[in-house]
């Protein structure tokens, strides 16, 4: 008897521990689908200013992460009580009443658009909100002016998009500067495809509630972070070369003054090891066949300092120095100064391709590109892109004779010279971790400030 009653107790207490379980699961997954903001004065000692103040933030939390949007405001950290300034502060009451109405315009976003928040990560729901904020900042502005008699101008209404984008790729084109033209055709068709524009949009008509809008439809597409970030800074660089170039203001409804082109996320690591590019390296092919050429270039980007491939195809004859010395040549990309020790088989590289041509100073190196070609605008950027390809394509045809596995292309060749740098044992302070950085300039700037007698040391210690 004593035992029945027994079991009938633990399974009474099973079932209220299951259903305890099952609440809190519960309230768990509540709160996951839940955003929540909230006003703070970030305290942390990094953010104090000189004049001992704080900055004033909003917390945004969703999904278990929490990031910030900064308000312009400062406060010392005396005159700041839970979530609200207090008599220390100046002129507090109205203060707290400009926070109070930021942070009922932020609430209303989150419930306008609660559906969509759930598949966002914190950082889209950030930079979205803070975006919302800007554009109602905007529209309280331009009501104010309207009130006091300013009249509020819309010249930015005269411009086109699509016709004054056209212009300036064609302008890049002619240039050589085919990345930024391959931007902004991006960014353009991006925005025809993802909105319910037509090619005879304004500059005006792109204001901040069509920037949100686009991005939103981009995110649910589902698109990457980094892509459609990207799209909204080609199109933010479109506009921004049109006012300028077209002189008109962009007071009115320029939508960027206003919204918030978030950061990408961190990209997965791309280099190979020292052992993996020797493998590449070393794979027997057909003298002067394709695959053969491609690695031949391949191995001289990499001792180059992992030379970019547009700097490789330009690369003039009269940039040697001395005896296949060194060579010097302008960064396309930021104009940046290069001295390169010719180190490895890198001088038996140039001596086959320049062969007796060593006296024609204005001669392409390699044969990347056609003299026909060159200065010819579209058919020049067109055979440059074809060639990036080839090239991409043969690295990983080689790669893949070689055992080597992933995603094989020039990019990675730099990244992979810049970690060989770190496991020659060169100090972090001058290279840090390259593929950790936003862009590959910023590790260049580190190779820039090598003394020259240790970068030429360094680029011979692993060059093939």
Not at 25 to 41: C, N, S
Request: net charge positive; glycine share 6%; with cysteine.
């Amino acid at each position: 008897m004593l035992s029945t009653v027994n079991k009938g107790f633990v399974l009474i207490l099973n079932l209220f521990e299951f259903m305890r379980n099952f609440r809190n699961r519960a309230k768990i997954g509540q709160f996951l689908a839940m955003a929540t903001i909230t006003i703070i004065l970030d305290k942390k000692k990094n953010n104090q200013r000189k004049d001992g103040t704080y900055p004033i933030k909003m917390k945004v939390e969703h999904g278990g992460s929490h990031l910030p949007i900064n308000l312009k405001k400062y406060a010392k950290i005396e005159a700041w009580t839970k979530d609200k300034l207090n008599s220390k502060f100046p002129n507090y009451k109205r203060v707290n009443h400009e926070l109070n109405e930021i942070k009922v315009t932020a609430g209303n976003i989150l419930k306008d658009y609660e559906n969509e928040i759930r598949t966002w990560s914190c950082r889209q729901l950030r930079d979205f909100i803070a975006s919302g904020l800007l554009e109602e900042k905007s529209k309280k502005r331009d009501k104010e002016k309207q009130q006091q008699g300013i009249h509020v101008n819309h010249g930015i209404k005269t411009v086109k998009l699509f016709e004054y984008g056209k212009e300036l790729i064609a302008y890049c084109e002619k240039n050589k500067l085919f990345g930024r033209a391959k931007s902004y055709k991006q960014a353009m068709s991006a925005f025809l495809n993802y909105t319910d524009f037509t090619k005879e949009v304004t500059f005006a008509e792109i204001t901040g509630d069509v920037l949100e809008a686009w991005k939103i439809r981009m995110m649910n597409r589902p698109m990457k972070d980094t892509s459609y970030n990207a799209y909204l800074r080609g199109l933010r660089a479109v506009i921004n070369k049109g006012i300028k170039a077209r002189k008109v203001p962009r007071e009115g409804n320029y939508g960027f003054a206003y919204f918030v082109v978030g950061t990408p996320q961190e990209t997965e690591k791309r280099a190979i090891d020292l052992e993996s590019i020797r493998k590449i390296f070393g794979v027997h092919l057909d003298y002067e066949s394709s695959m053969w050429h491609t690695q031949q270039q391949a191995v001289f980007m990499f001792n180059t300092n992992g030379i970019n491939f547009k700097d490789l195809a330009y690369l003039k004859i009269g940039q040697i120095v001395g005896n296949y010395e060194r060579i010097k040549y302008r960064r396309a990309k930021n104009h940046k100064n290069f001295d390169v020790v010719i180190a490895g088989k890198s001088k038996e590289i140039l001596q086959y391709y320049i062969g007796d041509r060593i006296q024609k100073k204005n001669e392409l190196i390699f044969p990347i590109l056609k003299k026909e070609v060159l200065g010819q605008g579209k058919k020049e950027s067109t055979l440059y892109d074809s060639q990036l390809k080839v090239f991409n394509d043969n690295l990983n045809k080689i790669a893949k004779k070689s055992g080597v596995k992933g995603n094989i292309t020039t990019y990675v060749l730099r990244h992979s010279f810049a970690t060989g740098l770190k496991h020659s044992g060169v100090d972090i302070a001058y290279i840090s971790e390259m593929l950790g950085h936003d862009s590959i300039d910023t590790t260049q700037i580190y190779l820039d400030s090598f003394e020259s007698s240790k970068k030429d040391a360094v680029t011979q210690s692993i060059a093939m």
